[in-house]
């Protein structure tokens, strides 16, 4: 019965905050996050100083009003937009870039990752489907195109998506993570942290993915084994307020008729 209560908060807060999707933009690999609620910190996925970041905006600003018509400059921008919280202007840049080359599958693919980004799930997931073809099937975009389909509370469409990307590239520990996200998200932590695990295994495995795991193991309840995960990337005072914060949640959860409502998220860490 306790084992059935603590199920329910945990389905209950995953149906409130979602999973957060970290969706690369064309030439990197997609894998997840922590989730971006509140006081949940992110360290362990945060980009360099956010002054950087602002630079890098404004030199690529720069660069894209200089040769608009070259599509690797409307990228970067976009890339750098997003990463200083413009996800609506990051996705004007990209369409329209792709107007002017409507057949640039890398401009789709990062117009895509902008679209789900700014919330825009399904027009996201329509784009993304131009980016690549069934004959050359682009791993990153199929991943991509999962956790969109998570996004939109499409599960088991979703994870056939993954287990095309996984045929490409079998235990690739960023599409296994989403994977395991997706079964977080449909409410099944046991194999959601079967496939966190097999992730991590991997020695390529980064620590977003050990994030995740973290995360998982939280929800079912067992914050110190949640806790001593965390710590392996995070300093002990955010991994502690990290697990801190989801007990909270679960606490919240247990006796709040309606949950707080929480945002979902894809962000970019560059292209």
Known sequence: MMASRRSRR???LLGAA?????????????????PDVGALRASATAPPGETDWHREADAAGERYRAEPNNPQAAIRYAAALRMIGERSQASAVLEQAC?????DRNLLGAYGRALADAGNYQQAFDVLGRAHTPDQPDWHILSVQGAVLDQLGRHDEARRYYASAL?????????LSNLGLSYALSKDLRQAESTLRRAV???DADRRVRQNLAL???????????ENIARADLPPEEAAANISYLR????????AESPPVMHNALASSGS
């Open 10 to 12: 945990s389905s209950r």
């Open 18 to 34: 979602g999973l957060v999707f970290l969706a690369v933009a064309a030439a990197g690999c997609n894998t997840t996050q922590m």
């Open 99 to 103: 107007m002017r080359h409507p057949n």
């Open 167 to 175: 045929k490409l590239v079998p235990d690739e520990p960023s599409v």
């Open 201 to 203: 295994s991997r020695p």
């Open 216 to 226: 998982v193991v939280g929800l079912a309840g067992r914050f110190e084994e949640a």
């Open 248 to 255: 909270q949640l679960l606490s919240r959860q247990a006796g």
